[in-house]
């Protein structure tokens, strides 16, 4: 299927490893000019070569640490000088932060800055050019809801979904669409500091109908439809891959 992401460009935050490094290297190999961005530059110069070797479209590297304050407008206005222009703009930086029940205000902190407000304010440099341009696809990763302990990456992702749904109303009449793509548990760092591979095991033969973790390149396959011009109709959504994980009815 033709996905019509050809000459498209595409900013892609979290793309030094794990999930957004296999989105980012899926809508290059798909025709889209990425501008990957995180902190880690030798990972970064690792994602522009295997994306090159593959045939992909060669991406534009930022390293950026995403919680200094002025990272959405640095990394935009990066993006905007390599690119010219914007069509899609995935929000995937972020981590998994245990709390305690009783944790401090920095704990909190931390993720309502990594995991909420930079998506928002990245989000927000963007938006007038999108509707200006009157197009534009927002995709953010997001949170499993189903956790039962204490997280501060859930809270503040749910706070991410309330906010695009939000948006998405607001902005359809632009042409812009605003998705989540819910993962389960995808084997990724971010993961594999919780699960060895015994518990892995086990979890997934208790919790997951398809029996085990998803690998990055699973979400990369959803995230791609998901921005491309095939998803017209698709907005405001909660898209999970997660392989049956979730057993809520809607
Ligand atoms: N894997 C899962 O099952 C799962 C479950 C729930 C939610 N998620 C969400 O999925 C997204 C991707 O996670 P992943 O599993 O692929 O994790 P990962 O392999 O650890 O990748 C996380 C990415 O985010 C970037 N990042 C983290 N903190 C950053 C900061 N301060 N500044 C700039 N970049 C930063 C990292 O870049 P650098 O290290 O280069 O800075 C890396 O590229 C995250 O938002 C995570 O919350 C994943």
């Known amino acids: 299927m033709d996905l019509y992401l050809k000459g498209k460009t595409a900013v892609v935050t979290g793309?030094?490893?794990g999930i957004g490094r296999a989105v980012?290297?899926?809508l290059a190999l798909e025709g889209v000019k990425v501008f990957v961005t995180g902190r880690n530059e030798a990972l970064?110069?690792?994602v522009k070569e295997e994306i090159i070797a593959a045939g992909g479209a060669e991406p534009v590297t930022f390293a950026q640490d995403f919680v200094a304050p002025d990272a959405a407008q640095k990394i935009a206005a990066a993006a905007f000088a390599a690119l010219g222009s914007v069509d899609i703009l995935v929000n995937n930086a972020g981590r998994s932060n245990p709390l305690d029940i009783v944790a401090s205000d920095e704990g909190w902190g931390a993720s309502m800055i990594l995991d909420f407000e930079r998506h928002r304010q990245l989000t927000q440099q963007f938006l007038p050019h999108f509707i200006e341009r009157k197009q534009g696809a927002i995709l953010n990763t997001i949170s499993t809801f189903e956790l039962r302990v204490m997280n501060g990456s859930?809270?503040?992702k749910a706070a991410l979904v309330a906010w695009s749904k939000q948006l998405?109303?607001?902005v359809g009449k632009y042409g812009i669409r605003v998705n989540n793509l819910q993962p389960g548990l995808i084997d990724t760092e971010n993961v594999r500091r919780f699960f060895n591979e015994e518990e892995r095991k086990a979890f997934a033969a208790q919790q997951i109908?398809?029996?085990d973790f998803g690998e990055a390149q699973d979400m990369a396959n959803m995230a791609t439809f998901l921005v491309s011009p095939r998803a017209k109709y698709v907005t405001g959504s909660i898209v999970a891959v997660d392989g049956g994980m979730r057993h809520s009815a809607f």
Do not use: D
């Open 44 to 46: 970064l110069q690792e």
């Open 209 to 211: 109908p398809l029996g």
């Open 168 to 170: 998405a109303g607001e």
């Open 15 to 17: 793309a030094s490893q």
């Open 154 to 156: 859930a809270v503040y």
């Open 24 to 26: 980012a290297k899926e």
